[in-house]
């Protein structure tokens, strides 16, 4: 069904064409219900009761509600602000066959490339900018100035449906123009942005499929959207945290550059939340054996989408731990720990579930079958909190065009209320007080 959080959920996607717009979309929701920006190049002063939030590349935030009282541990959401795509190169027109323009581009993760053929796409990202003698980020989005990825007919290609191998650099660049188009893309960008060209210092400018998500299947039970993977989780739990108020120091994380590992500076394998976590202890003036204290009963949800049994190919799927959509929130397993769920957090999480009667469904890759991974057991390496690692069963996982279920919004949004609403504490290694 097409319900608000739907409404909400789809709008929010459409203005996040790229985790620097994501994270741009996640700052304007925590400033609207009255959260305070800090920066990491200033000193913190913190007061009891607010929510503060804080950015990294203008592509990671965390953000965190402090209790009233002094709180015993952390209790974290972590989700993904990025999404397979194709980045533009530096230089990036090439002139072809005398009469079209091309922007030269390379792979940004692993997308299903077929699903980026013969649709209009649009550019997004980041432009830096002098100005007064600074340089200043500012948010690019080409808008309908669109540019598209011919496929090649099927006369000049019969193998076309017999298992074609996509070549990055031949079969994937955009065309941006005919011949006129040369010299034209930093132009547009400036006259768009109201600069000069020759202002424009920086770029990390991104391809985007432009296409408005929608609802349908009998009775809404679908909705497809690009960048659902993770975006769907990134704005459920954000909706999630903005209810929720437990005793502990709760902390929602968007993380960049899963797609490409993690390891950057504002990735899930960085320092960001670890000296997030440390810096609000030092800004109230909490000690060193405090902070673990906290850390050891800390707990962490990783919320990035799974995979639901497919319609044309449900052998792909385990034969036991399937998830469908509209079945609930996924739980993942793994039993060499790409996911980081074990008796205990899986214990945790889905007494959470029980109380907020919000269904759960299990999964876990066929045994023959490698899988992808996810952020819980990166961000695990800096910040090591018993973690959960869930997600909500979709289709077609990096294509430029997922599904999903409406009802698991719902589910995840409830749960992810219900766990920060929920103080969770540990009494001892191996036991936990929920309530
Ligand atoms: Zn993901």
């Known amino acids: 069904m097409k319900t608000e959080q739907i409404t909400w959920l789809l709008d929010k996607i459409t203005v996040s064409p790229t985790s620097f717009h994501a994270v741009h979309t996640v700052c304007g929701e925590l400033e609207a219900n009255g959260f305070t920006q800090l920066s990491e190049n200033e000193k913190w002063n913190l007061e009891p009761g607010k929510g503060y939030y804080v950015t990294r590349n203008q592509s990671s935030v965390i953000a965190f509600r402090l209790p009233e009282g002094e709180y015993r541990a952390f209790q974290i959401t972590a989700s ?5 795509s194709f980045k533009l190169k530096e230089m990036a027109e090439l002139v072809t066959a005398g009469h079209y323009v091309q922007l030269n581009t390379e792979r940004y993760g692993g997308m299903l490339c077929a699903s980026w053929f013969d649709r209009p ?13 600074r340089i200043v980020s500012r948010l690019y989005d080409s808008g309908d100035r669109h540019v598209l990825i011919p496929n090649l007919a099927i006369h000049m290609n019969r193998q076309a449906n017999d298992g074609y191998t996509y070549n990055a650099q031949t079969d994937m660049l955009p065309l941006f123009g005919d011949e006129n188009a040369k010299d034209s893309l930093l132009a547009e960008i400036a006259s768009k942005l109201g600069v ?3 202002e424009i210092v920086g770029t990390d400018l991104f391809l985007y499929n432009p296409q408005q998500g929608m609802v349908w299947g009998n009775d809404g039970c679908y909705l497809s959207a690009p960048r659902l993977d993770d975006l769907e989780c990134a704005f459920g739990t954000l ?16 993380f ?8 950057t500076r504002q ?8 000296d997030v976590l440390r810096r609000v202890h030092l800004a109230l003036g909490r000690g060193e054996e405090d902070f673990y204290t906290c850390l050891a009963g800390s707990f962490m949800i990783s919320a990035d989408n799974a995979h639901a049994v497919h319609p044309n190919h449900p052998e792909k799927s385990d034969q036991t731990n399937r998830t469908h959509m509209n079945g609930g929130i996924v739980v993942k397993f793994s039993a060499n720990q790409k996911y980081t769920t074990d008796a205990a957090s899986r214990a945790v999480f889905g007494e959470i579930c029980r109380s907020a ?8 890759n066929r045994s023959d079958m490698a899988g992808g991974s996810t952020l819980g057991n990166i961000s695990g390496t800096q910040v ?6 869930i997600g909500l069963p979709q289709l077609a996982m990096h294509s430029s065009y997922e599904t999903a279920g409406t009802a698991d919004v719902e589910y995840l949004i409830t749960a992810i209320e219900a766990f920060y609403q929920t103080t969770i504490l540990p009494e001892g290694d191996g036991f936990w007080r929920i309530g």
């Open 256 to 263: 960049d550059n899963e797609e490409v590992g993690s390891t």
């Open 80 to 84: 993904h602000s990025d999404s397979p």
């Open 267 to 274: 990735g899930a394998a960085s320092t960001f939340l670890a």
């Open 121 to 133: 796409l649009s550019i997004a990202g980041r432009v830096m900018v002098r100005e007064n003698g």
């Open 357 to 364: 009667g919000v269904p759960v469904q299990y999964f876990a």
């Open 384 to 389: 090591s909190v018993a973690t959960v690692d």
């Open 196 to 198: 000069s060209e020759s």
């Open 239 to 254: 909706a999630g945290f903005l209810r929720g108020k437990s005793d502990n120091l709760n902390v929602y994380c968007l």
